[in-house]
């Protein structure tokens, strides 16, 4: 149990279509990663917030957008969706800006786009 | 674009065997090293991390990192078939917890 909740669990969307998913973090830790999971692969890093600001960015266009909110909760929002978005979206929370590589995964939000 | 290769496996192991677990990443600045362990539809966890050329022991796991090589490796001694997973080795990109992660290996442990 990390005390990270991320909402929806599963959801189906459409190609072309939007959608937020939300994480949450019981523990207060200020820093937050969204990474996306394909199938068969390891996570890949999309972003990082920490303090509610952007805090580094990975290979993602720019329909990927985040936000943090002051209870250090976050929301990952991608438009216009491919079918390649189809993946397990893992939050990440973890404290501060350290080096640790200690991150605290939530159980993800598994998207299928059709 | 720094990579991290991992042998997707799966790695089938007896019960009670040292299962190795090998991972090679491209950057040959990155410092920080870290394997995960994955259950099948679970997220995530740290089970390691390394920082130095040499091993590392916790338990019944030792890390083991070589930097001239650009080599990280994963010894688990006395398997268990609890340990059955995906084992994913990553890198930071930068400072501040942010990885690359590689594919994952599989384990198998056979009881």
């Known amino acids: 149990e990390t005390g990270v909740t991320q909402s929806p669990t599963h959801l189906i969307k459409t190609r072309g279509q939007q959608v937020t998913l939300r994480c949450s973090s019981q523990s207060g830790h200020n820093t937050v990663s969204w990474y996306q999971q394909a199938l068969g692969q390891g996570p890949q890093f999309i972003f990082q917030?920490?303090?509610?600001?952007?805090?580094g960015r990975g290979n993602f266009p720019p329909r990927f957008s985040g936000l943090q909110f002051p209870n250090y909760s976050s929301e990952l929002n991608v438009n216009a969706l491919e079918l390649d978005d189809s993946a397990l979206y893992l939050c990440?929370?973890?404290?501060?800006?350290?080096?640790?590589?200690?991150?605290?995964f939530g159980e993800g939000s598994r998207l299928t786009v059709l | 674009q720094k990579e991290v290769e991992q042998n997707s496996g799966p790695l089938s192991v007896p019960e009670g065997a040292i299962a190795s677990l090998n991972c090679t990443y491209s950057?040959?600045?990155?410092?920080?090293f870290f394997w995960y362990r994955q259950y099948s539809g679970k997220s995530p966890e740290l089970i390691m991390f390394?920082?130095?050329?040499g091993d590392k022991e916790d338990g019944r796991f030792t890390a083991q990192l070589n930097k001239a090589s650009q080599y990280v490796s994963l010894l688990i001694r006395d398997s268990q078939p609890s340990d059955s997973a995906t084992y994913l080795c990553?890198?930071?990109?930068?400072?501040?917890?942010?990885?690359?992660f590689g594919a994952g290996t599989i384990l198998r442990v056979k009881s």
């Open positions: 990553a890198v930071n990109i930068e400072y501040g917890n942010k990885l690359v």
């Open positions: 990440a929370a973890s404290l501060g800006r350290g080096d640790t590589g200690e991150l605290f």
């Open positions: 917030y920490y303090r509610e600001e952007e805090n």
């Open positions: 950057d040959r600045g990155s410092q920080s």
């Open positions: 390394i920082y130095s050329n």
